[in-house]
């Protein structure tokens, strides 16, 4: 938003500098993408009125006979050049754009200087015509620099949640909290007891919620006064006329959009609707548009028929737009409900200063005092009569009241403001302060974000001034249900940093997906669309992670060939249980490529490598893990397993489907994914003993489908409480062995806490291993 110091000064004589006002504004919360100086007019440039303007036969240009202070001629082809308007002329010597502007002869006319536009003039874009002001607007001959001074214009941006800022009221309010002198403009109107020669209908009181309709006749349309183009050339807006220029001025300074009707073009009235099918208008910038069955539009009726006049809260139409013998118009100024506006905005790929702020939202109470301020300026500039009588639709809400208590507002911010000082701040914000503890604050209708206690909180803040916090932090001591609420974060950051330091990098991928992708994946259809996805290929919500990682593999594939990935993602999944959206958080990991090298030039890779490295991670969080094979459809039918911690299930690990593979045009891949949290276990420390191990080897002989965990198990429950460790070292298939069997050497470690064992106590615990082995069929090889 261009905020021009000059014009927002008019509120606040007060102001210091542009400098000033820069740092204030930064202080409530608005930022200047940047300042700039315009207006720096060439010198040599003065006011004329133009006495005659006649055309040059055989060509396209006029002479024009001009009063600049002596009787001048030029020789002009815009097409607006006319009798009876103010202009800016360039006198000979003059620089303007970089060319000096000389006396010369053109089609036989001797041309002193040069009649500009805006854009010669270097005060606005458009080109295509001569600037225009009203013929009285300075004596002929007066520099024009006296009377259009330099500008600077701060460009704000401003956030979604405070549409009261981009009118130039809604920051001078602000400006005033500070302690600023407001001086609001007047609002001078006369208005007359006629009958109003239009009606009003909304049928659709859900897409205009409020809407207002005046009447003002007997208007003399023509070119704004100076002082009000140079207001709107500065706010980036071009003047058109009084009228239009009027309800531009008023958007500007109220935040509050508004249109005027030819009156000529209305027929019996204005009827607010939904388009029909087939139905076209031709917009303000001539283009022809096929009107959706959602765009609200603004229509004029006869009778029983329709026909649209402008997009509501878009853009108006060209037939009904005000040209130079307008008399009459109808005035809207109405509440469009944001989301339609919205849409209809996009849809036909318009983006307006009117569209712009319905989106963010209106003054649900200001179209009545938007009325009366438009129509005092069409009176003072245009000559406009103006009806008494205003059409309204729709019933206001004003904003509710809201408790406030400035003890709960210290103890929140961990400050000692005095309770007048808050109170005092929320006044002059222009809120209504009544009670005695809670007090009961009831903003003004154009703040649409103070809704709650702590918004208003937030205010005190943010006009006492950030800096005015303490550093220190509040004492804060959490309500009993929010203790221990931060567990499953550290919980979530711990699992990170252990696979960070294990190798593997941490990937975010989208929580949106494609719904054609899960027959890819062998995966069930995701049960949760999205009603207005981004894209096609967004328009679901994910059941799984490692898709997403397996698509940013093959992305990273495509554009190098790394020669290993450990790749992991923690992020939501979501899906629907007993009707019910359910939101679940999964750990997933891949792995491709090479493996790990081992002693004796033996590589480590594949299934056993990711399946070591789970067994790692459960190791450092002190779990047990456990994977029993188990078929997934999306897994390698051989490869594939349910994983185990402390005994409950908590997700799979094994090879991606080669089928799955072929179709992504992947390399083999490992994939595992849990849902978390983890299961949890209590830490104990234990004194290392002092007292020497005992070792021993044994080789069990069973048949080739036993799995491992069979095996362990058996040994481990009958080995006694001294067995330390376990650990397979070996697994060997062939002579002498018979076919279909296996053996898996083992070995094992015995300790006592508090005493050596003896060799005959191993041994006795070794041979009730190998009894209970034995007793399950199995041999011991030799």
Known sequence: MRVPFSWLKAYLPELESPEVLEERLAGLGFETDRMERVFALPEGVVFARVLEATPIPGTALKRLVLDAGRVVEVVSGAENARAGIGVALALPGTEVGGVRIGERVLQGVRSFGMALSPKELGVGEYGGGLLEFPPGELPPGTPLAEAWPEEVVLDLEVTPNRPDALGLLGLAYDLHALGYALELPQVALVTEEVPLPFGLQVEDPVGAPRFTLAYAFGLRVGPSPLWLQRRLFAAGMRPISTVVDVTNYAMLELAQPMHAFDLRFLGEGIRVRRARPGERLRTLDGVERELHPEDLVIAGYREEESFPLGLAGVMGGAESEVRE???????????????????????????????????????????????????????????????????????????????????????????????????????????????????????????????????????????????????????????????????????????????????????????????????????????????????????????????????????????????????????????????????????????????????????????????????????????????????????????????????????????????????????????????????????????????????????????????????????????????????????????????????????????????????????????GVVSALRARGWSIRG
Not at 507 to 526: H, I, Q, W
Not at 692 to 700: C, E, N, S, T
Request: neutral net charge.
């Open 325 to 767: 013998d307008t008399e009459a118009i109808a005035l809207e100024v109405a509440l469009f409900d944001p989301v339609s506006i919205r849409k209809t905005a996009r849809r036909h790929g318009l983006r307006t200063e009117a569209s712009h702020r319905f989106e963010r939202g209106v003054d649900p109470l200001g179209q009545i005092p938007a009325q009366r301020r438009a129509l005092a300026l069409l009176q003072a500039l245009a000559g406009a009569r103006v009806a008494s009588r205003i059409l309204e639709a729709g019933t206001p809400r004003p904003p509710e009241p809201i408790p406030f208590r400035p003890e709960y507002a210290n103890r929140l911010l961990g400050t000692a403001y005095p309770e007048g000082e808050q109170l005092a701040l929320l006044r002059r914000l222009g809120c209504r302060v009544e009670g005695e503890g809670p007090y009961r604050v009831t903003p003004p209708s154009r703040r649409l974000d103070l809704r709650l206690e702590e918004d208003l909180v937030e205010e005190v803040a943010r006009l006492m001034g950030y800096e005015t916090i303490p550093l220190a932090l509040p004492a804060f001591f959490p309500a009993p249900d929010n203790r221990g609420v931060e567990g499953p974060y550290r919980a979530e950051r711990r699992l990170r940093e252990l696979l960070a330091g294990m190798g593997f990098q941490e990937v975010y991928t989208y929580s949106f997906s494609d719904p054609k992708e899960a027959e890819v994946f062998r995966l069930p259809p995701p049960p949760l669309r999205l009603h207005n996805p981004l894209s096609p290929e967004r328009a679901a919500l994910r059941t799984h992670l490692f898709p997403g990682l397996l698509k940013v593999l093959k992305e990273n594939l495509a554009l190098d060939r790394p020669e290993r990935a450990l790749l992991f993602e923690v992020g939501r999944v979501y899906g629907v249980r007993e009707g019910r959206v359910e939101e679940k958080t999964h750990l997933a990991g891949l792995l491709f490529g090479e493996g790990l090298g081992l002693p004796h030039g033996e590589k480590l890779g594949g299934f056993p490598l990711l399946k070591g490295l789970l067994e790692t991670l459960a190791a450092r969080l002190g779990l047990k893990l456990r994977v029993e094979a188990h078929p997934y459809p999306f897994l390698h039918p051989g490869i594939s397993g349910k994983v185990w911690l402390e005994g409950g299930e908590v997700g799979f690990l094994g090879q991606l489907h080669p089928e799955v593979g072929r179709a992504l045009e992947l390399p083999p891949v490992w994939l595992f994914e849990l849902t978390l949290p983890l299961p949890e276990k209590a830490f104990r420390f234990q004194d290392p003993s002092r007292y020497p191990l005992a070792l021993r080897d044994l080789a069990v002989v069973v048949p080739e489908e036993v799995p491992y965990g069979a095996v362990e198990a058996v040994v481990r429950q009958a080995a006694g409480p001294y067995l330390e460790s376990l650990r397979l070292f070996d697994l060997y298939q062939g002579p002498p062995l018979q076919e279909g069997q296996k053996s898996l050497a083992f070995h094992l470690r015995f300790r006592h806490p508090a005493g050596t064992l003896t060799d005959e106590e191993v041994d006795a615990f070794l041979e």
